[in-house]
């Protein structure tokens, strides 16, 4: 029997589940960020938006993405325009386990 899916999902490795060094609000912002990664593990959404979608403030987003790259579960990329203006950050999720976390 093979299952179909009718809407996107997103897939969490084990390891980040069940955690016991991840806070409630570092996995789920990285579930967050991980819902929007593409292909190549990167995503760049908002801190407004990662906010929005983990159902906490941007100033917790902005932290709590600080502790999840100080724990080498994502890697960020301050991007800025040939301006010199900041747009908004690149993500490259980590998978713990897998050889670089």
């Known amino acids: 029997m093979k299952i179909k899916y009718t809407t996107p999902f997103t897939q969490i490795a084990n390891i980040?589940?069940?955690?016991?060094?991840?806070?409630?609000?570092?996995?789920?912002i990285y579930?967050?960020?991980?819902?929007?990664?593409?292909?190549?593990?990167?995503?760049f959404p908002s801190?407004?938006?990662i906010a929005a979608e983990c159902g906490c403030s941007e100033r917790?987003?902005?932290?709590?993405?600080k502790m999840l790259e100080e724990k080498n579960y994502v890697k960020v990329k301050r991007r800025k325009t040939q301006e010199g203006n900041y747009r908004s950050n690149l993500y490259e999720m980590v998978i713990p386990g897998a050889g670089d976390a």
């Open 16 to 28: 980040v589940i069940q955690s016991k060094k991840l806070s409630v609000y570092e996995k789920m």
């Open 31 to 43: 579930i967050v960020l991980c819902s929007h990664a593409n292909q190549n593990r990167g995503c």
């Open 47 to 49: 801190y407004k938006t």
């Open 60 to 65: 917790k987003a902005i932290a709590t993405v």
